[in-house]
């Protein structure tokens, strides 16, 4: 009787330890999908005001305008409060014979606090044209999409949506901006 119990202590055992060693492994499993997956944060490093007035511009200590033949009251301020944007990218979109074209180019390689870049870009009614993309620390990027806000009309924003890949995680947790 003896022998029994222990034989069924050792087989409690085994499958006690069988459940664990999965267990272990599915969380092993999640935690890196997780640490790749992309996340996000809402920060407000980074300000978008429409149609800024002269005394949000006189606050700046440094700004350039970037013009596209747009009337004088859609202009846009991307205004950096807290922390130094980089590599900021203007996107030109447009339909070529039925095809899609993107076109890039490097604005401003460097945008440090209390700087800004004033956009004078028409905000179309249809398909958005022009898009502009900027990275902080990390490597975390944030965009904003020139397009009509039919809905409540406020195309500024006081908080920004930053994404962090699998590598701006890994260069966040290594300490390296």
Request: hydrophobic letters at 35%.
């Amino acid at each position: 009787m003896n022998c029994l119990s222990d034989l069924f202590t050792i087989q409690a055992m085994d499958y006690i330890n069988n459940l664990l060693a999965v267990w272990g492994l599915i969380s092993i499993i999640i935690c890196v999908i997780g640490f790749f997956n992309n996340t996000f944060e809402e920060s407000s490093h980074i300000i978008i005001k429409d149609n800024p007035s002269e005394e949000d511009i006189n606050k700046l200590t440094y700004y350039t305008e970037y013009n596209q033949e747009a009337p004088e009251e859609d202009r846009t301020l991307l205004m950096s409060v807290s922390q130094s944007a980089k590599n900021i990218r203007i996107y030109n979109f447009n339909i070529d014979k039925g095809k899609w074209n993107r076109a890039s180019s490097l604005i401003c390689k460097n945008l440090s606090p209390n700087q800004g870049i004033i956009f004078n870009i028409n905000r179309p009614e249809g398909l958005p044209m022009y898009k502009i993309k900027w990275s902080i620390d990390y490597g975390a990027t944030s965009e904003y999409i020139f397009s009509y806000n039919g809905f409540s009309g406020v195309h500024s924003k006081e908080y920004c949506t930053y994404y962090y890949s699998g590598y701006s995680k890994i260069r966040k947790i290594l300490n390296i901006k």
